[in-house]
Structure formats: C-alpha cells, structure tokens
C-alpha cells in the first residue's frame, strides 16, 4: 500500500516490523515497514511524517533491518529519530552459511531476486516521481519478508542469547551508551548517571530523542571508554611488570634411573630434592642419577612428552620475554581436583608471554562462564552465610534510616533472620547494633566464593573429571591455537598419575605457600578486569 496522504495514515499496531528505507539525493525519499502481512510503502516527500515516524520509532514493537546501521543514521540525522527495540537481521543470520539478504529469500522464502538487479535498484533515483513499478516492487520486498524470516533465524538461538541479540543498535557501540540509549528510550532517566542527570532532571517531560542528552552520553561514554582503556593499560603493565620473567622458566634438568635410562626433564628443585633425600647423586650441575630404578608406568610417547627439553618462550606466540605460567585447567577447579590429577605442572601448565596470557584468560573467562551453566553453579557462588549477611545488612540499613527518622523498627524482622539461621550462627538474642554490624563485618569478610570447589563436588566419577579436563585442554587449543607447544602434547594426555612412594610427588602435595599465593592474588586481578 503506497501512503502519500495524511488520510491513508496507518494505526501501526504489532509485535514486530520489517523496515527499510531508500534514500537519494541526500534525503530519505521512501521508508518501508511491513507487520509481516501489509506492505506500507510512507512517500516522505508528500507527507510530514517526521511525528507520525517518531511516534512508531519510540514505541515497544522490534523493529527489524537488514544492516540497518545507515537507516538508523538517516533516521537520526533527518528526523533526530532513535530507534527503540531495533533488531538487525544481519546479527541474527550469522549463523547461517550465507547470510546475505537474496541467500535468504531464496532458503526460507522461495524468492529468487539477482544481486546484479539488487545493486541497480538500490542505486536507482528514489527521489523521482512516479517510481517505476519495479522500484515499488524492489522496494516492498525488501521489508517483506523481515518479520518471516527474523522468526525463522530466532529458532536458532538460545532463550539467553535471543535476548542480548534483539536490542544491539550496533555492536560497535559502547556496551554503556547501547546501555543507556535503551534506558533512554524506556524512559528511565533516574537510572542515569549523575552526571547526565544534572543535566536533565530539570527538563521535563523528559525527551527520550533529545539530541543534547545523547551527544552527551555519547561523549561521556567515549571518555568512559578511553578512561576504562587507559585503566585496562596500566592493569596489564602492573601486571606484566609483577608476575612476569625474562628469565627461563625451565631449568631443564634431567634424571637418569640407576640403569642409565632418562626419565624425565624437570627443574631443578626437583632433582636437588632427590639427592637431599639420599634417593641419587649428581652427574653434573643439572642431571642426577637415581640410586634405584623406578616402576615406569608411561607409555613410549608419554616418556618422550616427559623427556623433551621445554623451550623457555610462549607457546602461543613464541615470544621469550615476559614470560609466566599459565594453568591451562584453572586453578579454582584443580586447587579441589584429587592429588593424582593435580600433579600436572609439565602438561598443564604452560609458559605464555603477558600479552598472550591475557588473551588466553579472556578466553578462560568466558569458558568458565560455560561451566558455570553447565554445571549449574554460578561463578558468584556463596554458601548460606551470604543469605545471613544480606538479610543482616538489609536489617541494620533499616534500623538504622527508621531510627534517624525517629520511627519504630519492627524487632520481629531481626527475630525471623535470628530464628532462620540458628543452626548456621549465634546471634545475640537482643538486637544489639553495634555487636550485629561487627558479626556482619566479620562474617562479610569470611565470605568465600566455593564456584569451583562446588564444580569440582559434582565430578564425582574419574570419567567425569577426565571429561572436565578435556574441556578445558580443548578450549585452550581451540581459542588460542598455540604453535609451541611441545610435540607430544595431548588433548588426551594420560590424566591420572601414580606415583611411587619415593616420589617428591608421593610427598603432601608439594606447592609452596608463596607459589599459592600468586595464584590467587592473579586470579584476583584476572577478576578485576
Ligand atoms: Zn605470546
């Protein structure tokens, strides 16, 4: 239907519409949005439409584009438009093998449409007056099938991802302004930062396309942007600057059994710990010769991983300098994993440089957050004293507003928490202020995140483990595609490991506080990025 008088006006009522606009001349000389039923072709060189168009544009329906980033711009700059609920169709295709428009139409719509036509028609005049039939029709099925086929693409997504794909107005914008331009748009502006809401809280009613207000946030959000960069900067180099060595990791030294076979390639505390313990004698400053012969239980090519010098540089890119360890199972799960699953350090354990250990602990993240769905159990987990010390501090926040405004506090509410948790903690039966905020304080910073020793509790079978392992040796294989690793490193790698009773490793498991302590303080600020 072509609408070029106020009178032909349509009531756009729906869930969701397909949209797109021509533009020529440097005007927008025809916009196209369709329910999934009518077609409405609006001639916004006859009609006003600018309200009637940021009436529909701000309304709750998803409007969806074919990479409609330029519309949206057009939108912007000639009717000072934003666009609420925008879908971009193109995101949602992604999936597919071609995820072009015309591939499109073809698969799930059995519509067959040239590129070479698409192209001449996108550039035709749009201005001009009549169209040509074959504009009009360009131009309509080009909206047509959008809301069809946005359902279609949706099936192949998860209830989680359909939600963060519907509202992304351009995945290169700032997650904050994306953010705020959807607070805008539902009108919240309290939720706004302090900062923009000086700026409008005295201007009422409150515009949701007021130009002032987005080029505000956009610049807020941009030095947000470059504030959080520069942030992100100092946080690597701090970082590099404490963990890192240019010094080789691996010492390289090697201990042959009492027949003369070389058993492994170690470092060297290992082999001093051997010949304090009167098990063998060195042969030079960095191989010893055992006084016995070990029970070997590796196959040939877990004696050669175990045998092969470890070259001191990245294994993702190679670099030699900045280096450190990398725990490519995560230390919150195998700190809890059994102790002949932890001893590792020559498989697991690899040497990175800074750069690429922050990429790989990026990567790490976000497998984490897939585990954490997997195996249900959030990665924020806390046991019930979290439930004592939110209700606790919610409890003492109230008393404490009432009692400033000089009403009564209902000491049913502490008596109901005191009750709820007696078989956890002992609260004094008086509500007493001070003595409640000081057991709070305490049990606050008590307070342990057990995410990973919870995983680690549902692996209770060695296939299970075995399994979890993989993932995480997979993972590391698949996002970081190292080129260094050792020749016999293995997705598969042998996971359980015996160890004979004269082993440093049959010893109470052999990490020292401080190596222990590092971990924890790089997983505290691997968090905090
Ligand atoms: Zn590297």
Known sequence: MYINSENLLPKLEGQAFGIDIEFSNNRICLIQISDGKEIYLFDPIAL???????????????????????????????????????????????KEPDLSLIALWKKYCGVQFE?????????????????????LFYAALDCKYLVVLREILLQQYTEEEQKSIHFSTDLKEPKLLRYLKKQLADNQDV???????????????????????????????????????????????????????????????????LSGQQLCCCDQKKISWYVKNGLGEYLDEKSIKLNFDPVCEFDEKEMKFY??????????????????????????????????????????????????????????????????????????????????????????????????????????????????????????????????????????????????????????????????IMIFRKHFLSSMDPQFLPKEWAIDHRFKRNFGEKSVYYQKEEQNDQNKQDIQQMDQQLIQK
Not at 57 to 65: G, H, L, S
Not at 380 to 385: D, F, K, N, T
Not at 386 to 409: I, N, P, Q, R, W
């Open 191 to 257: 939720l706004l930062p302090q900062k923009i809401y000086r700026h409008i809280k005295f201007q009422e009613p409150f515009q949701t396309d007021d130009l002032k207000v987005i080029g505000l946030i956009e610049q807020l959000t941009k030095k947000h942007h470059q504030d959080y960069q520069e942030q992100k900067r100092q946080r690597f180099l701090q970082f590099q600057e404490k963990f890192t060595t240019h010094k080789p990791v691996y010492s390289n030294c090697r201990i042959y059994s």
């Open 115 to 135: 590129r070479e036509d698409k192209k001449r028609l996108q550039k035709s005049d749009w201005f001009a007056r009549p169209l040509t039939e074959e504009q």
């Open 307 to 468: 045998n092969e010098e470890r070259s001191n540089r990245c294994v993702i890119c190679g670099a030699s300098t900045n280096i450190l360890k990398y725990q490519i199972i995560p230390y919150m799960y195998k700190h809890y994993l059994p102790n002949h699953y932890k001893s590792h350090r020559a498989h697991d354990v690899v040497i990175l440089c800074a750069r690429c250990h922050e990429k790989a602990s990026a990567q790490q993240d976000k497998k984490r957050a897939e585990i954490a769905k997997l195996y249900e159990v959030p990665l924020q987990h806390y046991g019930e004293e979290k439930l004592v010390v939110d209700k606790l501090s919610h409890v003492l926040k109230k008393y404490e507003s009432l009692t400033k405004a000089g009403k009564h506090f209902d000491m049913m509410q502490y008596e109901d928490i005191r009750n709820q948790f007696k078989d956890l903690i002992q609260l004094p039966a008086e509500f007493d202020k001070q003595e409640l905020t000081k057991i709070n304080d305490k049990l606050k910073k008590e307070l342990k995140n057990s995410h990973g020793e919870a995983v680690v509790k549902k692996l209770d079978t060695d296939e299970k483990i075995e399994e979890f």
């Open 48 to 94: 006003n439409l600018e309200q009637y168009m940021r009436e529909f544009f701000k309304n709750d329906a998803i409007k969806i584009f074919y990479s409609g980033a330029q519309d949206l711009k057009w939108l912007k700059n000639e009717y000072q438009i934003v666009v609420n609920n925008y879908c971009d169709l193109k995101v949602l295709a992604q």
